[in-house]
Structures are given as structure tokens and as C-alpha cells.
């Protein structure tokens, strides 16, 4: 059976007869683990690249789209908690095309797609309720769209028209948002969604919006309340501690400059006014330049000269003299002017807005081990001016140096550098795991390479030692010939002598290709022995 391989295969099951058990365990090992490494690198080759299908999937929408792709024999994974279906990437277009024909996914027929299904026979109110329908679905498809939302719900209540109402009701909405894990949303995606949902309902205010998370936190609130900024409430509790850590990062910036990093710390106590007010301011000035608007006057005057008479009446109104007379000169006016000048007035508005600062206080801690030679006075006029102390309005600064305990932070920096070199040691000794693997590997491919090729100069026989056992073959021949002829009349024992010398050229011949070392080694004995 042996004989029927080809020669290649032969030598190399020769080659394997030839080892000893031990290298024969060996390659039996090193060939298994090629094998299983072959193995496993032409999986992870073989294994397509995937991209999503389709994302944030409802559960009944996933199973229909996995139902579907497992009967056409599709591979596919899932992702995100089963929300999201990946495909191949070569086959992603194809898939959709043929998902799209099945109406798959089946909740994609919302929004505007509704006012399809409205006939000539729709009442007004189903309209209403449509258009109202539409529009939520569209605004939450639309707010997937931000990243960090997973789901989106819009509730709208749109009043309807009354031509004989005086007052007419606002419209106002509400939007349920489900975050992405450990991905909530932050100040400025809430404000997105506010204003987006505000912009796209006729007659909506930003201020009518309330948006609430999966977990019940309300990040803006409604009913005419301000827009929130934070994770509850009005937002002012974010806006202070905001306030409070970019000024505590600045000062601590500043102060790390002067006493070194870890030699100082800050920390700054705000108030904030968040009321909102407002202030009209009227002032008139009139202008000369101007002319009068209305204008009145009187004057009287008396000139000439006589005598004067005088006296107080009596009781029956008759004057009685009072013994004063003279004579002289009266020169009698009176002037009387009434303008009413035109007048500039001048109206003014003033909106506060909130956020303003109450009062502002701050403290700063000097370790006296590090910043003994810096001036504390020196440090507290840098700090009312990098943080616009006004003192009119209650603000206070406060210094002062003591040791610090850095111990906690000194065992937490040890603790730090140990887990550091652990993690370096593990990923060293994973290094030389990997590299010793591989240097096993290339080991024993090189000793079996090492084996074959001192087997192949085994076999191989030099020039000399080839003449000799040719000139040996020759006289083998020679003497088969020479006992042939002189076994002429001997009829009956040529058969068996030639026989015996085909029989003796076999065994030389197996002997010389099963034990070429030891016939190299007796030809080499003989050839320094004929010398």
C-alpha cells in the first residue's frame, strides 16, 4: 500500500519511522497545534464583516425581522438588547429591499404615512385626531434621531379653533425620551428637544414643553415654568454648582501657578438671584427749541401823574378822610404768562435676567509645609481679583495655611503605581506566554526540519563511497557471472544460485537504504584500509 504513494509522501512517512518516540510525539504535537491554529485563523478570516440593518427596533419588529431572516437563511446578530439586527455588509441593501416588500419593520407606517389611510368619508375630528397623530409620531421618529436617544413618545394637546372665543388655549406637549446606557442626556440635547418640539406645533412655547426621562426625572419643566437646564427642577441648582466649579477650576489653576500643584485648595460658596425682574423707567425733559405748545399772557400797567386821596370807608361805605392827601407820580404793572413748553419723554425697559449674583464667598487653604514663603495677603488680593470680589455686596475672602494629610492621597498614589505594575507585569507575562508559544512553535518546526535534513545527508553518499559501491555492484555482478558460467553443466542448481545472488543484491540494496549511515561508515572503513 505504502509502496502506491508518491515519493514525497514516502519519504516523509520514512522520515517519521525514523525518529525516536519522543521526537515522534513531538511533531505529533506541533502538527496538531498548526492544525488547530490553521483552524481557528481561517474562522476568524472567514467570518463576514456585519453591519446594522436596522436600529432601535420594537420586540415585535426584531422577531418578525429574525423570524424572516432565518427562514431565507440569512445570518445575522443582534445587538443593543435585541433592539438593533446586523447583516453582512455586503448584504445590508439587499436585505432592506426585501424586508421593505414584506413591510418589515411594521411600525414604520407612522407619522405623515397615517394621512394615507384618510378616505373622502373622515369626519373632522378624525382628521384632527390623524394630523395630531401624524405629527407626535414624526417629531418621535425625529427625536431618535439625537444621539443619546434610544426611544422617543410625543404627547401633544393642539385646542382646537373657536372663532367666537375671546381667549384661545395654548397648546402644550410633553415628550417621554429613554437615554442610552451609562449616556444620559445633558443640558444642551434637552434644550434640542424643547425647542425642536416647540418649532414644529403652531402656537407652541418652549416654556408649554415637558420632558421627562424613563427613570421619572424631569429635565424641563412646563406649564409656563422656566426651561430647565439639569436633572430636575428649574435647573438652578445646576447653574450654581456649574458656576461654583468653573470658578473653583480657575482659582485652583491660579493657585497651583503660585504654591505648586497640591499645595493649595479652593472653594467658593455662590448665591445666585434666579428671579426674574423687570423695570420700566419714564423721564421727561422739555426743550427750549422747541415752541410753545399753548401760551397765555396778561398784562396791566398804569402810568401818570395827580393827587393822591385816600381814606377807609365808614359804615355806610362812605369814605371818610383820614387827613392824608398828596400829590405824586404812579407808575403801576402787572404781568401775568402762562407756557406750556413741549416735553421729550423717554421710556425705558429693563429685564433682569436670572443668575445674577448674590453673594459670593470663598476660602482657600494654604499647606504651610509647601507655601511657607508665600504672603497670604499677596494671595488674598489675587483672589478677590480673579474671582470680582465686591465687598459693597457682602462678598468675603478667607485665607489660610495648615498641614496637610496626605496620607490617604499618598496610599491612593501607591496603591495607583502598584496596580500599575501589576497590570504592566500580566500583560509582560501574557507577552512571554505568547512568545514563548511561538518560540516552541518555531523550535520544533525547526528540529523537524533539522531531522530531515541530516536524514537527507544520511542517504546521501559521497562521490567515492558511490564508486566503491558501484565497483562493489560490478563485482557482485562479475562473480554472479562467473559462478553462471561455471555452473553450465550443473543444470539443475543455476536456478537456485541465481536465486541466491538476486536474494544477496536485494538484501545489500534494503541494507544500504534502511542503514545508510552504518553502509557509509563500512565503506569508509574500507576505503582508509585499501589506502
Do not use: C
Not at 369626519?123 to 421618529?141: I, K, P, T, W
Amino acid at each position: 500500500m505504502i509502496d502506491r504513494l508518491p515519493a514525497p509522501v514516502r519519504r516523509l512517512i520514512d522520515g517519521f519511522k525514523a525518529f525516536t518516540p519522543g521526537q515522534k510525539s513531538v511533531t505529533l504535537v506541533a502538527v496538531l497545534a498548526l492544525a488547530i491554529g490553521g483552524y481557528f485563523f481561517a474562522t476568524w478570516a472567514a467570518k463576514p464583516t456585519y453591519a446594522p440593518l436596522f436600529s432601535n427596533l420594537s420586540t415585535k419588529d426584531a422577531s418578525a425581522i429574525v423570524e424572516t431572516l432565518q427562514k431565507s437563511g440569512t445570518p445575522y446578530e443582534l445587538a443593543n438588547g435585541g433592539q438593533t439586527v446586523m447583516v453582512p455588509k455586503d448584504q445590508v441593501y439587499a436585505v432592506r429591499l426585501q424586508l421593505a416588500g414584506e413591510s418589515l419593520p411594521g411600525e414604520s407606517d407612522t407619522g405623515y404615512a397615517l394621512l394615507d389611510k384618510q378616505g373622502i368619508t373622515t369626519s373632522d375630528f378624525m382628521q384632527h385626531v390623524g394630523y395630531q397623530r401624524a405629527l407626535e409620531g414624526e417629531l418621535a421618529n425625529t427625536i431618535k434621531s439625537i444621539d443619546g436617544v434610544q426611544g422617543a413618545t410625543v404627547h401633544l394637546v393642539i385646542p382646537q379653533k373657536d372663532v367666537f372665543a375671546d381667549d384661545q388655549k395654548q397648546p402644550t406637549a410633553s415628550v417621554l425620551v429613554t437615554d442610552k446606557p451609562n449616556d444620559q442626556l445633558n443640558s444642551q440635547q434637552v434644550q434640542a428637544v424643547v425647542h425642536l418640539v416647540a418649532s414644529s406645533v403652531e402656537g407652541l412655547q418652549p416654556e408649554q414643553v415637558t420632558v421627562a426621562d424613563a427613570d421619572g426625572r424631569i429635565l424641563s419643566t412646563g406649564n409656563g415654568a422656566a426651561v430647565g437646564t439639569g436633572t430636575g427642577g428649574d435647573g438652578s441648582d445646576d447653574q450654581t454648582v456649574a458656576f461654583q466649579n468653573r470658578l473653583n477650576s480657575s482659582l485652583q489653576t491660579m493657585l497651583d501657578a503660585v504654591v505648586g500643584p497640591g499645595g493649595a485648595r479652593v472653594t467658593t460658596n455662590a448665591q445666585l438671584d434666579f428671579d426674574s425682574t423687570q423695570t420700566t423707567k419714564e423721564s421727561y425733559q422739555a426743550d427750549p427749541s422747541l415752541p410753545a405748545l399753548a401760551e397765555s399772557i396778561s398784562r396791566e400797567a398804569y402810568n401818570g401823574a395827580g393827587s393822591k386821596t385816600g381814606g377807609v370807608l365808614g359804615p355806610d361805605n362812605i369814605q371818610v378822610p383820614n387827613g392824608a392827601a398828596g400829590n405824586g407820580n404812579g407808575q403801576y404793572e402787572n404781568t401775568a404768562t402762562t407756557r406750556n413748553n413741549a416735553l421729550n419723554k423717554t421710556t425705558e425697559v429693563r429685564k433682569g435676567a436670572p443668575g445674577v449674583i448674590k453673594r459670593l464667598s470663598v476660602a482657600v487653604l494654604l499647606n504651610s509645609k509647601t507655601a511657607g514663603l508665600v504672603n497670604q495677603s499677596d494671595v488674598q488680593d489675587l483672589v478677590k481679583a480673579a474671582a470680582g470680589i465686591d465687598l459693597t455686596r457682602g462678598d468675603t475672602v478667607a485665607v489660610g495655611a495648615m498641614p496637610f494629610d496626605t496620607s490617604a492621597a499618598d496610599q491612593q498614589k501607591q496603591d495607583a503605581l502598584a496596580q500599575a505594575a501589576a497590570s504592566k507585569a500580566e500583560e509582560q507575562l501574557k507577552l512571554l506566554k505568547t512568545g514563548g508559544l511561538v518560540l516552541v512553535v518555531l523550535l520544533l518546526l525547526l528540529a523537524v526540519w533539522w531531522r530531515g535534513r541530516r536524514l537527507k545527508k544520511r542517504k546521501a553518499l559521497s562521490a567515492a563511497e558511490l564508486a566503491h559501491l558501484e565497483a562493489m555492484q560490478a563485482a557482485l555482478e562479475q562473480q554472479r557471472l562467473a559462478e553462471l558460467n561455471a555452473a553450465i553443466p550443473q543444470p539443475a542448481i543455476e536456478p537456485a544460485r541465481d536465486e541466491e545472488l538476486d536474494e544477496r543484491q536485494r538484501q545489500i540494496e534494503k541494507m544500504v537504504e534502511e542503514q545508510p549511515e552504518e553502509i557509509a561508515a563500512l565503506l569508509r572503513g574500507w576505503l582508509g584500509a585499501g589506502r
